[in-house]
């Protein structure tokens, strides 16, 4: 069964940037197209970004396109969100999961695996 635990949140300022970390244990996420979601309080979970399994398509919500990078190291068995120029409206507890190969990436239903999250809370 893969694990999946993310790393790397914190309080930022506005205009500021973050890397999320997301590493798998227990199994290998090489074959999982793999992807982020967040939460933020009395909202539902929503896509952020998502990644091909080899790497090659990447997938943003329009709210954080041009912001917000996706990438993974399967060597590393590992994915990241680099964040940029971010704001308080990206204050929220962020998860990774690893995805089913059927169904739409940007469907939280699509995933297997999640992480327990890490929270990002970004002041104005």
């Known amino acids: 069964q893969v694990q999946l635990v993310e790393s790397g949140g914190g309080l930022v300022q506005a205009g500021g940037s973050l890397r999320l970390s997301c590493a798998a244990s227990?199994?290998?996420?090489?074959?999982?197209?793999m992807g982020w979601f967040r939460q933020a309080p009395g909202r539902e979970r929503e896509f952020v970004a998502a990644?091909?399994?080899?790497?090659?398509?990447?997938y943003y919500a329009a709210s954080v396109k041009g912001r917000f990078t996706i990438s993974r190291d399967n060597a590393k068995n590992t994915v990241y969100l680099q964040m940029n120029s971010l704001k308080p409206e990206d204050t929220a507890l962020y998860y990774c999961?690893?995805?089913?190969?059927?169904?739409?990436?940007?469907?939280?239903?699509?995933?297997?695996?999640w992480g327990q999250g890490t929270q990002v809370t970004v002041s104005s």
């Open positions: 227990g199994g290998t996420v090489t074959g999982y197209p």
């Open positions: 999961a690893a995805k089913r190969l059927w169904g739409s990436y940007y469907s939280d239903s699509a995933y297997e695996y």
């Open positions: 990644i091909a399994w080899s790497g090659n398509s990447t």
